[in-house]
């Protein structure tokens, strides 16, 4: 049973949830449909598996009636933390309706029936407006790449192993005892507790697949690859840094490729990165996809990533005032990033510099691009409590958010809008 010290939301409370967010979509950062544009978006819906009834992180039929109603309102989704049990997607994607399409990875985290943290990468996308192309692939690091890491990191990864390496031949040694002579199967070494000195795989393999979107008649559609990941969380730092890099590699090669290939990137997920003090954090992030990009031997990088920036023309409710958005539900983190890595010329309008957006009177502005969070913690907060969450003393703010970070998330979603791809003017 759900303790009595988190209760699920009631019929009631939800009527109140949605009658306040109807009020004023905008002030809590809910993309309303707009004629001409396409959003994307990324969500961690945490631990999004088999349907759980009486427990404390269940979500009852009000709770998948409310993220379908939201999720409605995106055209390409990108969903983190699918379990291996696929009950919940599926039934969010039929509460969704007929007019969305699903596609999903296998799991990854987890060799196939040992433990681990195996978890799946999701794309739910309008069909109306979105198109599959027939790419579907991970993000995986050929075999050449891996043997130079291990030669350049050789005594390093050789002092990490030795132990490891013993204890290894100890149990397979006694494996080969048990299946000869029966009894107790031995326990196998554990690995959590290895420091490797750089990158050698992903923990959790990022999943990508490749879109359309079709615009007005006489269109020319965008084509990109989209790339859904969910980096290394953790004590180490190291590990992400080492994933994040990788997965730059990956994407500014893919962009320097060029044709045949998809020609742009669009990179979603939750990468954990650590963005508490944006004004510092950003220039390390700039100087990491610099360093990429000479790695692949990229001159330009044309990149889109505005969530490392205050909205410059935002209507939705934040606080401070000017601030970049959080995506995490207790407000004190940005954990999650849209994006994108491009060489299509259409998409300049919504670029981005180091020093910010190079066009910052077009976001939000009508028929522009446009990005947000749907700030569902503010929004709780208002029906419910009838103040701001920023308003709420440490105790009340910890209870309301007990009450849906397992039931809805602890992660909120986050979106762009771009404009539709235009037919060619007619002289």
């Not at 993220?67 to 969704?96: G, N, P, W, Y």
């Not at 079709?214 to 990109?224: I, L, M, T």
């Not at 009450?403 to 762009?416: A, E, T």
């Amino acid at each position: 049973m759900a303790s009595t010290g988190n209760p699920k939301f009631s019929a009631a409370e939800w009527t109140k949830i949605r009658d306040t967010l109807q009020a004023d979509p905008d002030a809590y950062g809910l993309p309303m449909r707009q004629y001409g544009s396409v959003v994307f978006a990324s969500f961690n819906l945490r631990k999004l598996g088999k349907v759980k009834t009486g427990s404390s992180g269940e979500r009852d039929e009000l709770t998948f009636e409310f993220l379908a109603s939201v999720c409605r309102h995106f055209d390409l989704l990108a969903i983190q933390e699918v379990m291996s049990d696929t009950e919940s997607l599926l039934k969010l994607h039929k509460l969704m309706g007929p007019d969305y399409g699903l596609v999903h990875s296998d799991t990854t985290g987890a060799f196939p029936g040992r433990p681990g943290n195996a978890e799946r990468l999701a794309y739910i996308y309008n069909r109306s407006l979105v198109r599959r192309s027939p790419l579907v692939t991970d993000i995986t690091v050929d075999r050449t790449e891996v043997i130079k890491r291990i030669a350049d990191n050789n005594d390093a990864i050789h002092d990490e192993l030795k132990d490891l390496a013993k204890a290894r031949a100890a149990y397979n040694a006694a494996v080969e005892e048990h299946l000869e002579k029966g009894g107790k199967r031995p326990r196998e070494p554990k690995m959590s507790g290895l420091k490797m000195p750089g990158f050698l795989t992903f923990v959790r393999t990022p999943f990508a697949a490749g879109f359309q979107v079709h615009g007005h008649p006489g269109s020319v559609p965008y084509e990109f690859l989209a790339i859904n990941a969910h980096l290394n969380y953790g004590d180490s730092d190291n590990d992400r840094i080492w994933e994040a890099e990788a997965l730059l590699d990956w994407m500014l090669g893919k962009v320097r490729a060029g044709a045949p290939e998809n020609l742009n990137i669009v990179l979603a997920g939750d990468l954990n990165l650590v963005f508490q003090r944006p004004e510092r954090d950003r220039v390390r992030i700039t100087k990491t996809v610099r360093q990429a990009a000479k790695r692949v031997g990229l001159k330009k990088v044309n990149v889109v990533l505005p969530f490392m920036f205050p909205h410059p023309n935002s209507k939705q409710r934040l606080e401070p005032q000017g601030t970049v958005f959080r995506t995490n539900v207790k407000l004190n983190q940005t954990f999650d990033q849209l994006g994108a890595f491009y060489n299509d010329p259409r998409l300049d309008l919504a670029s981005t510099t180091a020093d910010g957006h190079r066009n910052p009177q077009v976001w939000g502005a009508p028929g522009g691009p446009d990005y947000g969070v749907f700030n569902f913690t503010e929004l709780f907060s208002q029906a419910l409590k009838k103040k701001s969450y920023h308003e709420l003393s440490k105790e009340d703010a910890h209870s309301l958010v007990r009450r849906y970070d397992f039931r809805v998330s602890d992660h909120m979603p986050i979106w762009i809008r771009l404009p539709l791809p235009a037919a060619p003017a007619v002289l």
